[in-house]
């Protein structure tokens, strides 16, 4: 019989982890549609907002364990060592916010509700912020659990959605294509042009309100 590997055992806890994980993820999806249902009912007819839940897959929970070792590689002599419940976004929400100015707004409503949750914001390449990360718990519902919910433009979040696909599931003969330089170049250009085009219309907005 073939021994059990690292990533075997994490299989096992993920499917184990998984009812629990589904409920976190409602959990909080639904938490964050009452939170920011007072500024969904004052929306103009341009501006959008869109909440997304998603349960992190058991192959991108080991991948994301790999990233964080030295070398991408687990130590076999040392499996205790790793666990599921070490990633942060298990369970996670997406708040997809348009226009621009529309972020600040949600953001602070949120952290009213998840003042105690860790920030961890997203920065594009000339330092600014992309998308603002934060990951907690939510103890009537699992008290080992994190989640994680994030605010973003909604530009770049349908973005995002289609470049994970496109380069952290890729097809077998794309293999590498999400470490190449220059599809990281391509990458950082369209976010700082559709960060710019909400940026703009935002202006545009406001000088002509």
Known sequence: MRPRTIEDCLREEYFDLLPEIRRVAWQLETEIRFHTLPIVRTLNPYEQLAVKSR????????????RRQEGRIF?????EEY???????????????FPHNRLIGVDNELRRRFADWMPDPVFDENGSVLARTYSGHLPEVSSRLRAEYQVVPMLIGYFWEVEHSALYK???????VSESAEMKRL????????S?????????VRDNN
Do not use: W, Y
Request: net charge negative; charged share 30%.
């Open 170 to 176: 890729p097809d077998p003969s794309l293999r590498g």
């Open 83 to 97: 666990s599921m419940l070490n990633l942060p976004d298990l369970a996670g929400v997406r708040v997809l916010v």
């Open 55 to 66: 349960v992190k897959e058991c192959e991108s929970a080991i991948k994301a364990l790999q």
């Open 196 to 204: 710019r085009f909400e940026a703009g219309f935002g202006d545009f």
């Open 187 to 194: 990458k950082a250009e369209v976010e700082t042009a559709l």
């Open 75 to 79: 130590d076999p002599d040392h499996p």
